[in-house]
């Protein structure tokens, strides 16, 4: 059975830093692409940050530069490094991982930016 495990979310300032991490279990992480989403209240879920099979990661517009999207293989765990965070990077943040035909979804971490 495959499971992701999101976990670091929490409150921090405006300005502030936080890094999440999807542990996978029931999978070979290397295989899949794990991408990071996130879901403010009343809108879409939004594509985030992708690490790819090949280490290489990709961002939306919206994170480039204060965001940073690893993998660590050994570990089954894909990493998200959030900088210089703003209020509307508020949002429930999602875990995804597929390839092969198969997608999975993690429980989300919630992410709240206040002062």
């Known amino acids: 059975q495959v499971q992701l495990v999101e976990s670091g979310g929490g409150l921090v300032q405006p300005g502030g830093s936080l890094r999440l991490s999807c542990a996978a279990s029931g999978i070979i992480s290397s295989n899949y692409v794990m991408d990071w989403y996130r879901q403010a209240p009343g809108k879409r879920r939004e594509f985030i940050a992708s690490?790819?099979?090949?280490?290489?990661?990709n961002y939306a517009d919206s994170v480039k530069g204060r965001f940073t999207c690893s993998r660590d293989n050994a570990k089954n765990m894909v990493i998200l490094e959030m900088n210089s965070l703003k209020p509307e990077d508020a949002a429930v943040y999602y875990c995804?991982?597929?390839?092969?035909?198969?997608?999975?979804w993690g429980q989300g971490t919630q992410v709240t930016v206040s002062s």
């Open positions: 690490s790819t099979l090949g280490g290489s990661a």
């Open positions: 995804n991982v597929w390839g092969h035909g198969e997608d999975y």
